[in-house]
């Protein structure tokens, strides 16, 4: 899979797990879904950096 098919997957699947998490942010679990999204969304910009640095 190319560098920017896993990007994307990533960068969706983030702002899916921020909207859930955002909509249940009066529930324990949401407010950790929410973090899970922020994580997620992060981590195509760790891999970018790694990239760039490899």
């Known amino acids: ?3 920017y098919h896993l990007m994307l ?3 969706i699947g983030g702002f ?3 909207g859930v998490g955002f909509n249940f ?3 324990e679990w949401g407010v950790r879904v929410l973090g899970l ?3 997620l969304m992060l981590v195509p910009i760790a891999l970018r950096v790694h990239l760039a640095l490899a």
């Open 37 to 39: 999204g922020v994580l």
């Open 25 to 27: 942010r009066e529930h």
């Open 9 to 11: 997957i990533l960068l």
């Open 1 to 3: 899979m190319d560098h």
């Open 16 to 18: 899916l797990l921020l």
